[in-house]
């Protein structure tokens, strides 16, 4: 049963409590709510590269990527990335150099060193197959709960949620009037939501549902399939927990990533990207090149980035030259 859309939104109350309101949103509206963005997305879904694809491993590079890039600056990269590296064989036998090169324009170079170390984990201790279940896949480097969930989904198909903050907005708002409820009550809805066999299109719809319709800032619920089951959909006009935060939370590392550490680390990994395969440079000649007001007791500062940049695999030093590994 739905409830008709110029209808106020289910009062709910302070004292009210979260799992009752979240068990009598799933059944009045539930079903219907996953009827109607199912058939939404069987007719409006994203055309993407590493959808309907029947090769875990476009799947993983996808996943990868799009940890903390937008879809759109993904596609070509992903594109590209895959041209270079077809499979885990290939990425595993590939310099890291190479694959650092590769990376360039995503941001977040550690993801291609996990990814690259992924690899060589599924070559050498899976004989080049994923592991099925979440928890195996969470060893993997560079894989948490989301990722887990999404490889176990779209590469095998299991009936999982795969549950990122765009899906947990959805939920938020669908059954809880977008209210700053307990995560683990969004996270347990969306589990309940998933439908049996459907794992895959369904958490498909949901990212896709949350990066249009259901976006961040000013949701289009005249225009979305689930505006007759959502209890946020009659009161789009009153801003939720999630947007209500979005602004300070937005602001605060845009303001401080210029000249942090790792404005640098990127400053130091995009330089060293473009020297000729094999070509390191010392540090006092990195230092200018990365830092405008470059002045020699930056040194010991610099030292420290590098140091880490070592640390995590994504450069070398020998001596004082520096390079990709
Ligand atoms: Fe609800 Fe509006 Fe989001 Fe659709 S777009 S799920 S109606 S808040």
Redesign the pocket.
Known sequence: MTAPYDSPASPTTATEPVGDTADSWIVRCGQSARKCILEWYSRYRRILPWRDVDDPYLVVVSEIMLQQTGVERVVPKFQEFVRLFPSFESLANAATADVIRAWSGLGYNRRAINLQRLARVVVTEHGGRLPLAVMDLKKLPGVGDYTAAAIACFCHGADVAAIDVNVRR?IR??AFA?RDVPVSEVDRLARALVPPGRSRDWNQALMD?GSG??ALHR???LL?P??ND?S??DA?ATPDANYAKTPRRVAEPKESFYGSTRYYRGRIVEYLRQLPPGVGVGLDDLGPSVKSDWIESDGAWLAGIVAGLVRDGLVTRAGDLISLP
């Open positions: 959805v708002r669908l977008g549902l319709h259901c949701p289009t619920c979305c689930a505006r959502c946020f959909a789009p």
